[in-house]
């Protein structure tokens, strides 16, 4: 029985986005106490190991956004020490959280993405003289989450503060062109698209203050569009976990042009679960109160588990 077993709901860490995964854990933790599970909330820090191990913990919940907390570090330590968890495992969690490398991974499988390139701090001159796609462009770290340290850039005055803005995040960034048009996220749950939500704020761009500031974005479930494109979305997007081989609760980010073409702009494998998050969102519209969206979660991760002792 599941409600035998110690819960270690994983939370915090240390990456740009911990506030969130503290909103995030103690909500998904409050979950699991209400259905009666055992469960105990840890502050993943560089101890986690031996917090682990002190804890006796049989499963772990993840509910860490960013940094090692997301890119496959964790997964990873947990596979070492024989604890199953939520979620993706090791390579997809740490080909997701890469854009650049998911982005390729997408264009040999024909997903549409924006056009883009890559650059590091030595090559960034000769790549800015190479893009062949025009302006508004994206600038965004390579591997960030939560739209941290992403910048559009309307005209070339813009551009230095942008890449100074992307590379103090790290030594890569992606620069890709802006798509005109819709937002919408796509939740997907265990190999199935649930749904969408179409995101409108009222800043220049769903950014981290908009994601996470009360007030500032509408959203729209299910998105205001034409069913036909709605139907393509959810496609490309359950096309877009599935070839990085994503497990668990994803969240699939798209811009949908104004001819309804849809374009991947990365696969999330830890979204967000406060109670303004997306996901939660998408689930509630198709049945799944926030109790019932953890405990799935929890149970995939189980029967992942006992797949592999087969």
């Not at 997809?92 to 998911?102: D, H, L």
């Not at 390729?104 to 062949?132: D, E, G, M, T, W």
């Not at 704020?201 to 299910?222: C, N, Q, V």
């Not at 073409?261 to 990365?266: A, I, M, Q």
Request: proline fraction near 4%.
């Amino acid at each position: 029985m599941l409600t035998d077993k110690k819960i270690g709901v994983l939370m915090g860490g240390v990456s740009s986005e911990r506030e969130v995964s503290l909103i995030s854990g103690s909500a998904v933790l409050n979950a699991l106490k209400k259905l009666g599970y055992n469960a105990v909330a840890i502050d993943a820090a560089s101890n986690i190991c031996e917090v682990l191990k002190n804890e006796k913990v049989d499963i772990a919940f993840l509910v860490l956004h960013g940094g090692w907390g997301e890119d496959g570090s964790i997964q990873g330590l947990l596979e070492v020490m024989g604890i199953p968890y939520t979620g993706s495992d090791v390579i997809s969690s740490a080909i997701a959280m890469n854009k650049a490398a998911s982005k390729k991974i997408f264009l040999y499988h024909r997903i549409p993405v924006p056009p883009f390139v890559v650059s590091n701090q030595k090559a960034i001159s000769h790549q800015l003289s190479a893009i062949s796609f025009e302006m508004p462009w994206v600038v965004k770290p390579v591997c960030e989450g939560s739209s941290v340290g992403v910048s559009i850039v309307k005209d070339k005055n813009q551009l230095e503060s942008a890449l100074k803005t992307g590379f103090s995040y790290g030594n890569e960034i992606i620069i890709e062109k802006y798509i005109e048009g819709r937002e919408v996220h796509i939740g997907i749950l265990n190999d199935r698209a649930l749904g969408g939500v179409e995101v409108k704020t009222s800043l220049e761009f769903y950014s981290y203050e908009a994601k996470y500031t009360a007030g500032l974005t509408e959203y729209i479930l299910p998105p205001q569009i034409d069913e036909a494109v709605y139907m393509k979305a959810k496609d490309v997007a359950l096309s877009a976990n599935r070839v990085l081989g994503c497990s668990g609760a994803t969240r699939v980010d798209l811009r949908i042009d104004n001819d309804g073409n849809p374009y991947v702009l990365e696969v999330n494998t830890i979204p967000g679960m406060t109670e303004i998050s997306l996901l939660p969102k998408i689930a509630k519209e198709t049945g799944f109160d926030f109790q019932a969206l953890v405990e799935e979660i929890l149970k995939d991760a189980i029967e992942r588990e006992q797949r592999r002792h087969r």
